[in-house]
């Protein structure tokens, strides 16, 4: 049987299959007020609808601040509920398991308003100069992550995935490219992590189920973390109850990615050996030969499917035939499935 499509827990959450749609944002909350819209869920219902074992939302933003795009999906208030409710009662009617991307841009913001960020250095000249952030604003954000878990187990969610990767606020606290604080957020590579870290511990208070993470695990920048430090931060995370590590890279500082199929595993396979943490493998997978190598030799527990999903809302089915695996149909299917 293909590894693929055996089923896997996390905690008491089991996903059906290996196959997992990744966060991508859609820059289609027209109102810009957050709120989920008819076209969010026709896009994540199919790749449901698909067999993909686990969808996830786009980057949510935990602000509004941290919106990377007024048309970003919110889940700063509330009013967010709602709909994010609805959205996980569709997607669970056809067996997917369900994860929310909680995310702040920090600098990456491309807001009107003011924009926040550990120290005060600009992107590029297309972005804004953040604010430094405080230690007040430090402490409001962690309790905006945590208020956004509450309100994720509200929406029925079954995963949170902290961003933590291309270049936004964790990733901006995480890196020495980004961050050049002299209090205890900043300097050391434990104090580089000391805001993940708390972000962690105020969402585990609100939030009881597993957590997964996306980092940068490459940063393409000599200056930037080195595999030590990503190492070490995948320890951590361990010793902090989070249950998978998302591994992408890049989009920390402009910088040249010399991207092919698979490019980003071999550091994926890195952390799973050495920290003994689950990880999902993610960047340019588009073959179910290719999502098989790679559960088959244990270089990651999860495969998480960008692009080929945008492309092909059925690529689990397309996976499966080329494996030749008998994938179940949606009910609604089973005339024309096989
Ligand atoms: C992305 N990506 C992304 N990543 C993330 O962590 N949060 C996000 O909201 C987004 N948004 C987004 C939008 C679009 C249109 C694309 C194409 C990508 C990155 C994405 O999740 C994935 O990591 C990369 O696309 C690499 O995987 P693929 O596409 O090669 O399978």
């Known amino acids: 049987m293909a590894k693929l499509f055996s089923p896997i827990t996390f ?8 196959i997992v749609m990744s966060p991508m944002c859609m820059y289609s909350v027209f109102k810009q007020d957050g709120i989920i819209t008819p076209f969010h869920f ?11 074992g686990l969808v996830i939302t786009e980057a949510t933003a935990v602000q509004p601040e941290g919106r990377i795009s007024a048309e970003d999906l919110g889940i700063w208030g509330d009013e967010h509920v709602a709909g994010l409710t609805e959205l996980n009662e569709h997607l669970h009617a056809y067996g997917a398991k369900t994860g929310i991307q909680l995310a702040h841009a920090g ?15 600009k992107f590029n000249d297309a972005y804004k100069v953040p604010k430094e952030m405080s230690q007040e604003d430090i402490k409001q954000t962690i309790d905006a992550f945590k208020q956004a878990a509450r309100r994720s187990k509200l929406a029925g969610f079954d995963i949170v995935e902290i961003h933590g990767a291309h270049g936004y606020l964790v990733n901006q606290f995480l890196s020495p490219l980004t961050n050049q604080r002299t209090d205890n957020y900043g300097g050391s590579r434990e104090n580089r992590y000391r805001f993940l870290s708390e972000i962690i511990e105020a969402v585990k208070t609100e939030w009881n189920g597993p957590i997964f993470v996306r980092i940068s695990t490459d940063e393409y920048n000599e200056a930037g973390n080195t595999m030590e430090d990503i190492l070490y931060f995948s320890s951590e995370m361990k010793k902090q109850g ?3 590590i998302d591994c992408s890279s890049g989009g920390v500082v402009p910088a040249k ?4 199929p698979g490019y980003q595993v071999p550091r994926c396979e890195a952390i799973k050996k050495e920290t003994a943490i689950a990880t999902g493998a993610v960047g340019l997978i588009t073959s179910g030969l290719q999502a098989e190598e790679i559960v088959q030799n244990d270089r990651a527990d999860l495969v998480i499917i960008g692009r080929a999903l945008l492309r092909n809302p059925y690529w689990a089915k397309a996976a ?19």
């Open 320 to 338: 499966a035939d080329e494996l030749g695996y008998a994938l179940e149909a949606p009910t609604q299917y089973e005339r024309g499935w096989q």
């Open 107 to 121: 600098r990456k913001a491309e807001l009107e308003s003011d924009i926040f960020a550990p120290s005060a250095i």
């Open 11 to 18: 905690q008491d959450v089991e996903l059906k299959n290996r």
């Open 42 to 52: 026709t896009h994540l219902v199919s790749r449901a609808v698909g067999q993909v």
């Open 257 to 260: 990615i010399n991207s092919y």
């Open 242 to 244: 989070i249950d998978l």
